[in-house]
């Protein structure tokens, strides 16, 4: 069953991206790639080699033949839970969890439109309240993420024409595989990829949009994400979690492009439907839920090749200002990314 509903999931996830592109090629005159020219003419506009956004990817790909590796330690300090009622308080949550999750992606350019990652993550978790188990913490391996980003639309630096990128996830659960405690409520709601349930593989399937606009860059995207039907920290019961909804809209303005030194402000949206892609009925409780944070960060370029960055760096703070039904938090993070030399 669970073979036929990922199946059905990867048929779902292709229509939609070709439905996507159709529609493009039908209003605007497209072409599957960006010419050489676009490519060109992009290349030698302002863009300088700084870290970038930290919470909300890139709609542009890294260059054909080039590995970047990034590392990236995000923490979670919860505080409460997010009233129904209102937005603006909180009241005493079930728990309360504590987390820390380092996680490392390597990426490579395929091609100059395409760009595949592999990531691995890990896991730290403390609460208040025991779990059914009696445990009060955590920790092991996290999901394992295999990712490729396509970018058919290159932005066009004497128009508003931005770039545009098709983004598909596979999300594994080797936490479950390996005997991970899962975290309370199942998954850190706000974070810098997609959301996926704990112990559930998870397609996910987005658009990311970049423009530069000097000194500023406007960088957003939209995920979808299916969780497949997994297991939860309760022994024999599946789980069917709603299908998500993830949004990062980021403002970045270069104050130096020497040093690549800059200040980032960043919004992050979550959002759980009382529904799924296969019918089935949600029995997570809550079933629906949705979180709004702001991240105010900073960004410093360490080093640097004569053709672009070596080693950048950004570090912020993402701040829960609203929500319903899960978890007030804040979540400090740090990353670093390293361009290896070309050939």
């Given amino acids: 069953m669970c073979l036929n509903l ?43 080699p700084t870290h970038g956004t930290s919470f909300t990817s890139s709609a542009d790909v890294t260059r054909q033949g080039q590995w970047f590796l990034r590392a990236y330690v995000q923490g979670m300090l919860g505080s409460g839970e997010s009233q129904r009622s209102s937005t603006s308080q909180t009241v005493a949550a079930p728990f309360s969890p504590d987390a820390v999750m380092p996680a490392v992606t390597l990426y490579y350019g395929l091609t100059r439109h395409v760009m595949a990652g592999v990531g691995v993550s890990a896991l730290y978790w403390h609460s208040n309240t025991p779990e059914p188990d009696g445990r009060t913490s955590g920790a092991g391996i996290g999901t394992t993420n295999l990712i490729l980003k396509y970018r058919p639309i290159v932005q066009d630096p004497d128009s508003w024409k931005p770039s545009i990128a098709i983004y598909n996830r596979l999300s594994l659960p080797t936490n479950r595989w390996l005997g991970t405690p899962e975290i309370p409520g199942g998954f850190t709601p706000l974070s ?19 423009k530069n606009l000097e000194p500023f860059r406007i960088t957003g995207n939209v995920y979808y994400s299916y969780n497949f039907p997994g297991s939860g920290s309760e022994p024999g019961v599946t789980v069917y979690g ?23 402000v960043e919004m992050a949206t979550l959002q759980q439907f009382n529904s799924r892609l296969d019918g089935h009925a949600v029995n997570t409780t809550p079933a629906t839920f949705w979180l709004v944070g702001i991240q105010p960060g900073l960004e410093y370029t360490f080093a640097r090749y004569e053709t672009g960055a070596k080693l950048v760096g950004a570090i912020g703070v993402m701040f829960t200002v609203a929500g319903q039904d899960d978890i007030r938090a804040i979540y400090p993070n740090i990353s670093f990314k390293y361009f290896f030399e070309q050939n």
């Fill in 242 to 264: 709603g299908d998500l909804l993830s949004t990062h809209l980021a403002f970045e303005h270069v104050l130096n492009e020497h040093t690549g030194f800059g200040y980032l």
């Fill in 192 to 210: 810098r990829v997609p959301s996926s349930r704990f112990g559930a593989v998870a397609i996910t399937e987005g658009i990311l949009f970049r």
């Fill in 6 to 48: 990922l199946w059905s999931a990867v048929i779902w996830s292709i229509f939609v991206s070709l439905f996507i592109l159709t529609q493009w090629t039908q209003t605007v005159a497209f072409d599957w790639v960006p010419t050489d020219e676009e490519l060109a003419k992009y290349r030698h506009s302002w863009n300088p």
